[in-house]
Nanobody, 122 residues
C-alpha cells in the first residue's frame, strides 16, 4: 500500500516561506496525481493544490494562487509545495494525497499522509 510522508512544516512569521515535501518510500508516485490539502481546527479540509502525473498541469485554490507553487520530481519520488508570503490564515495541518484526478476535492484521492503542521505567527 502506498504510504505518503509529509515534511517541512514548522513555525514561520507572516510573510515568510516554507517548502513542504511529500515522499513515498516503496512505491513510485509516477502513477498518481498528487494533491495538497489543509485542515485548521474546527474547519473542514480544504484543497490547496494538485499536480498531474507528468507535472504539466496544476491547479490552485484561489486563496493561495500567486503565493504557493506545486511541483514534482519523479526521479526523487517527491512532490513539493513551495509556500511564500505566508499569512496567519494559512495555519493548518497540511496533508498530501495520491489519486487519479487533479481536483481540489478529496474524492479522487485514495492515499493520504499523516500531515505536517504549519503555523504562521509573529
Amino acid at each position: 500500500q502506498l504510504q505518503l510522508v509529509e515534511s517541512g512544516g514548522g513555525l514561520v512569521q507572516p510573510g515568510g516561506s516554507l517548502r513542504l515535501s511529500c515522499a513515498a518510500s516503496e512505491f513510485s508516485l509516477d502513477y498518481y496525481v498528487i494533491g495538497w490539502f489543509r485542515q485548521a481546527p474546527g474547519k473542514e479540509r480544504e484543497g490547496v493544490s494538485c499536480i498531474s502525473r507528468g507535472g504539466g498541469s496544476t491547479n490552485y485554490a484561489d486563496s493561495v494562487k500567486g503565493r504557493f507553487t506545486i511541483s514534482r520530481d519523479n526521479a526523487k519520488n517527491t512532490v513539493y509545495l513551495q509556500m511564500n508570503s505566508l499569512k496567519p490564515e494559512d495555519t493548518s495541518i497540511y496533508y498530501c494525497a495520491a489519486g487519479i484526478s487533479c481536483a481540489l476535492g478529496p474524492r479522487p484521492y485514495e492515499y493520504w499522509g499523516q500531515g505536517t503542521q504549519v503555523t504562521v505567527s509573529s
